[in-house]
T-cell receptor, first 114, second 112 residues
Framework: KAGVTQTPRYLIKTRGQQVTLSCSPISGHRSVSWYQQTPGQGLQFLFEYFSETQRNKGNFPGRFSGRQFSNSRSEMNVSTLELGDSALYLC?????????????FGPGTRLTVL | GENVEQHPSTLSVQEGDSAVIKCTYSDSASNYFPWYKQELGKGPQLIIDIRSNVGEKKDQRIAVTLNKTAKHFSLHITETQPEDSAVYFCAASSNSGYALNFGKGTSLLVTP
């Protein structure tokens, strides 16, 4: 089975721009979660989608948004980029049948904001 | 919300020795505790997990123990090898959360 894939792997943007990241979950998985990883804050939960619906959201500003498509693929968008948004953005997939379901991570998208 | 604390932040051991990483959690509703290994330039890889109805789980050189009363769980790696060098993260979640709450990570270095 193919693992979680994320595109692009690397991205460089400037302050004020917006960015869209994509995640394809493991085949058969219906839940996609997004996490931000930075050296200072570690791994922080952004949001989780299941069957195209957001079920949970972390403590991030409204500039961070996401969506999920009928094929379970997900995108996250960050608008009006700030320097502090530079991070590794990780996507994780699971069956989504329980909140304590096993999550499998993709390789991440490294976003650099200049 | 859930708060997960992880210690130590760095750990250096000699090849063949054992390594132990400890985590505590605050939310008594947490019932799932995975451990991830992250190598440079890669996403976290699940290495072992435990659920709250089990006190201990072992997979070859890796074991995890859980003490629900004290709200702490630990990762034990025996017979360490240089390829075990990586950052290890503990996490906790509950049935209703759909989110993993991570510790800050432990950078493990295994020297030959």
């Amino acid at each position: 089975k193919a693992g979680v894939t994320q595109t692009p792997r690397y991205l460089i943007k400037t302050r004020g721009q917006q960015v869209t990241l994509s995640c394809s979950p493991i085949s058969g998985h219906r839940s996609v979660s997004w996490y931000q990883q930075t050296p200072g804050q570690g791994l922080q939960f952004l949001f989780e989608y299941f069957s195209e619906t957001q079920r949970n959201k972390g403590n991030f500003p409204g500039r961070f948004s996401g969506r999920q498509f009928s094929n379970s693929r997900s995108e996250m968008n960050v608008s009006t980029l700030e320097l502090g948004d530079s991070a590794l953005y990780l996507c994780a997939s699971s069956s989504g049948l329980a909140g304590s379901d096993t999550q499998y991570f993709g390789p991440g998208t490294r976003l650099t904001v200049l | 919300g859930e708060n997960v604390e992880q210690h130590p932040s760095t750990l250096s051991v000699q090849e063949g020795d054992s390594a132990v990483i400890k985590c505590t959690y605050s939310d008594s509703a947490s019932n799932y505790f995975p451990w991830y290994k992250q190598e440079l330039g890669k996403g976290p890889q699940l290495i072992i997990d435990i659920r709250s109805n089990v006190g201990e789980k072992k997979d070859q050189r890796i074991a995890v123990t859980l003490n629900k009363t004290a709200k702490h769980f630990s990762l034990h790696i025996t017979e360490t090898q240089p390829e075990d060098s990586a950052v290890y993260f503990c996490a906790a979640s509950s049935n209703s959360g759909y989110a993993l709450n991570f510790g800050k990570g432990t950078s493990l270095l295994v020297t030959p």
